[in-house]
């Protein structure tokens, strides 16, 4: 694993003074800034998954309680973030209909199809669920033994959704240090288990997409108690035999960032992939909704 030089380390420290900046290896990702996103509605935070419309303006953000918002980000000339502004949301339902609550409404992964359709997996009763349009009673997906054998509040924290609508989730934990992370996939109406992702060290995943260029993109954290968040993105090619040609972003040191939990894939007018993140604020006040850009080029 790479880890952020000396230099860069110190660096950082220099962050937690001035709440700016970011460390990258190999040059890949580029930062390119980060904005607050706010609104006083008391249901607002929380925001673990997020899923950016190809125009890089309007955009989709799930809540960990239930709750799907709508907003869009207000860029520059240069297509650098200004802002972001809510445009209202929706609750989750069950398959009856009614809102989702107490240990079902534990929502962590979003990917939407291209038909519109939206998916959420759940950590609490570790699940993924179709909803037809936001506000729509849910359609269950089969639930596999091995997600009933999953630990509460640290399951199936990231989702991603290919352009052929198969699915692939991963648990935030894999049970121990030596043991890898099971990527499930789901496509024709079946579960499979058909590849993983070696753990390293503290890193746990907490957001996953599909690129624009087929690619598996899988956002990770650290968490060094009152330093804060540490956040770093990898890119693997997804095959048939499974995640090949590892390939790390970035990777910034603690604070650079909040708790950064939801990454959204696509790429821009000058054809550059980028990386929109969002952190979950955990409803606290000391902690930001951030949402924050990367670009990458090869």
């Given at each position: 694993?790479?880890?952020?030089?000396g230099?860069?380390?110190?660096a950082?420290?220099?962050?937690?003074?001035?709440?700016?900046?970011?460390?990258?290896a190999?040059?890949?990702?580029?930062?390119?800034?980060?904005?607050?996103?706010?609104?006083?509605?008391?249901?607002?935070?929380?925001?673990?998954?997020?899923?950016?419309?190809?125009?890089?303006a309007?955009?989709?953000?799930?809540?960990?309680?239930?709750t799907?918002?709508?907003?869009?980000?207000?860029r520059?000339?240069?297509?650098?973030?200004?802002?972001?502004?809510?445009?209202?949301?929706?609750?989750?339902?069950d398959?009856?209909?009614?809102?989702?609550?107490?240990?079902?409404t534990?929502?962590?992964?979003?990917a939407?199809a291209?038909?519109?359709?939206?998916?959420?997996?759940?950590?609490?009763?570790?699940?993924?669920?179709?909803?037809?349009?936001?506000g729509?009673a849910?359609?269950?997906?089969?639930?596999?033994?091995?997600?009933?054998?999953?630990?509460?509040?640290?399951?199936?924290?990231?989702?991603?959704i290919?352009?052929?609508?198969?699915?692939?989730?991963?648990?935030?934990?894999?049970?121990?240090?030596?043991?890898?992370?099971?990527?499930?996939?789901?496509?024709?109406?079946?579960?499979?288990q058909?590849?993983?992702?070696?753990?390293?060290?503290?890193w746990?995943?907490?957001?996953?997409?599909i690129?624009?260029?087929?690619?598996f993109?899988?956002?990770?954290?650290?968490?060094?108690?009152?330093?804060?968040?540490?956040?770093?993105?990898?890119?693997?090619?997804?095959?048939?035999?499974?995640?090949?040609?590892?390939?790390?972003?970035?990777?910034?040191?603690?604070?650079?960032?909040?708790?950064?939990?939801?990454?959204?894939?696509?790429?821009?007018?000058?054809?550059?992939?980028?990386?929109?993140?969002?952190?979950?604020?955990?409803?606290r006040?000391?902690?930001?909704?951030?949402?924050?850009?990367?670009r990458?080029?090869?």
């Amino acid at each position: 694993m790479r880890r952020c030089s000396g230099r860069r380390l110190s660096a950082a420290l220099l962050v937690l003074v001035l709440g700016t900046g970011a460390c990258s290896a190999d040059g890949l990702a580029e930062y390119l800034g980060s904005v607050i996103w706010a609104d006083a509605d008391p249901a607002f935070g929380g925001f673990s998954g997020i899923d950016v419309a190809a125009d890089g303006a309007s955009f989709l953000a799930l809540s960990d309680r239930a709750t799907l918002w709508r907003g869009r980000i207000l860029r520059d000339r240069e297509g650098r973030m200004t802002g972001a502004e809510a445009l209202g949301h929706d609750l989750l339902h069950d398959a009856e209909g009614a809102p989702l609550r107490g240990y079902l409404t534990d929502s962590e992964g979003l990917a939407q199809a291209e038909d519109g359709s939206i998916y959420v997996s759940f950590e609490g009763l570790a699940r993924v669920v179709r909803y037809p349009s936001a506000g729509a009673a849910s359609e269950p997906l089969p639930r596999p033994e091995a997600f009933k054998a999953m630990q509460s509040n640290a399951s199936l924290e990231a989702l991603a959704i290919g352009p052929d609508g198969t699915l692939y989730t991963l648990p935030e934990r894999s049970g121990g240090q030596a043991v890898p992370f099971p990527v499930w996939r789901f496509r024709g109406g079946v579960w499979d288990q058909p590849f993983e992702v070696p753990r390293d060290g503290n890193w746990l995943p907490v957001g996953a997409d599909i690129g624009p260029d087929g690619r598996f993109y899988l956002l990770e954290r650290d968490f060094w108690g009152l330093l804060g968040f540490l956040s770093r993105a990898r890119r693997f090619d997804l095959t048939e035999a499974g995640l090949a040609g590892e390939t790390l972003l970035f990777e910034t040191a603690a604070r650079v960032h909040d708790n950064l939990e939801g990454i959204a894939v696509w790429r821009d007018g000058a054809g550059d992939i980028r990386l929109t993140l969002i952190a979950d604020n955990n409803f606290r006040g000391f902690q930001r909704n951030e949402i924050a850009e990367y670009r990458v080029r090869d």
